[in-house]
């Protein structure tokens, strides 16, 4: 079954179509069953059938249904939070560790696509992070300076440099990170779809998994219509976690965000904007982003919730500033929008639970999935073949701990986005 393009939008439009896949119906086993059918859980599934090992994904909704098929498709190396940042709260170890991973995962990312033959837009082009004032540039300077100590490939262009490569003087200069790229999301996730299939893997989808017991050495699962055996579970549901796991939603604090598609742009323009085809966002605090599709549109995001007054007041904002961005553009409008929910911890790093014997998972992205989420998909199925110990993670195991004022804060930030836009389309 295909997604509704009302919920992911221009990626559902020109995916390639999903693999066909069923319920789960009466009894089955595997080795490891794997919960959810996103990037996490659909590497863990590919590389955990590449050694061998029997797996079964059962997915609530559809393959690619939650943040995996509704990003922007910013293919990012680390983590928002500055490089110094991620020593700083998991200590020296982990945190170079985790930085080093997570540097790597954009390599991880476009090298699958070529060895499977992923066909998902992917331009390994590199980003710019652009400086939206003199502050946001000084923390570009930091932030270069914090990854070239450690050999990464970024560097700062000036304003020229950044405006010649975006098509827009509104900036102020721009980090280059040549590690980074952009994919068409959902067309990535079902290619790992079609990869773990070839390779030995189930899928079922229209399976929400409702409860876990143990039996035996192991465990079942039950979702709606049948259950599955297995010696190992890994939690693959981060921000769209329905039951059984219900700290993994706890612990996360949901920002909506946007993305809206205009048509395909005439040959002069395109000769303009993002020549080069770099993915960018921002250095504002309601960030926003902005990347070319295969077919020349424009996918231009930030942050906030497409529902009630939001879809007029995001998308008049969004026209407004396309315009004020690219003068030069006759009209601007929109054929596809769409939104999903960003999973955010409290210090902005991902954890890694072990939520019961042999119950294990990665969560907590804080919008940078499409790596992260490749990269741990892989850590979980190497650890559960034994080529890697828990301590070669570049996570500590933690237990889950719920945010406080979460339902507060979610609604904070959902009509505080909304005022900014209404605010930001009137000047
Ligand atoms: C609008 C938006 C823009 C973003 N932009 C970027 C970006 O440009 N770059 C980037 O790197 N990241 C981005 N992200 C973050 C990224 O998309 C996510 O971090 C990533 O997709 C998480 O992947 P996942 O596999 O862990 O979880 P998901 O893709 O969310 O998959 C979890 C799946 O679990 C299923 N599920 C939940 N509960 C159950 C259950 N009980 N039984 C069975 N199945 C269940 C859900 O239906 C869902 O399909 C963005 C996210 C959003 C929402």
Known sequence: ????????????????????????????RADVAIVGAGFTGLSAALHLAQSGVSVAVLEAAEIGFGGSGRNVGLVNAGLWIMPNEVPAILGEKYGERLLKALGEGPAVVFDLIRTHGIDCEAEHAGTLHCAADRKGLLELQQRAEQWQARGAPVRLLGREETADRVGSDAYFGSLLDERAGTIQPLAYVRGLAVSAFQAGAEIFTGSPVVSTEREGGGWRLRTTDGSITADWIIVATNAYTSAPWPQVRTELVHLPYFNFATPPLCESAL????????????TKEILSSLRRDRQGRLVFGSVGALRGTGAAVHGA???????KLFPFLDEVTFESAWYGKIGMTSDAVPRFHCFDRNVIGFSGYNGRG?????????????????????QDLPLPVTDARGQGF???????????????HFVGARL
Not at 273 to 278: A, D, F, K, N, T
Not at 317 to 323: D, E, G, M, Q, V
Request: charged fraction near 25%; aromatic fraction near 8%.
């Open 370 to 390: 499409i790596a992260p989420g490749t990269v741990f998909g892989r850590y979980l199925a190497r650890l559960i073949t034994g080529e890697l110990g828990e």
């Open 1 to 28: 079954m295909q997604i509704n393009p009302l919920s992911h939008g221009l990626w559902e439009r020109t995916a390639p179509p999903a693999p066909r896949t069923d319920p789960l119906m009466g009894e089955h």
């Open 271 to 282: 000769e303009r904007i993002l020549p080069g085809r770099e993915g960018i966002w921002d």
């Open 317 to 323: 904002w969004a026209k407004r500033s396309l315009r």
């Open 406 to 420: 979460r339902t507060l804060r979610e609604a904070y930030y959902e009509a505080g986005a909304q005022i900014a």
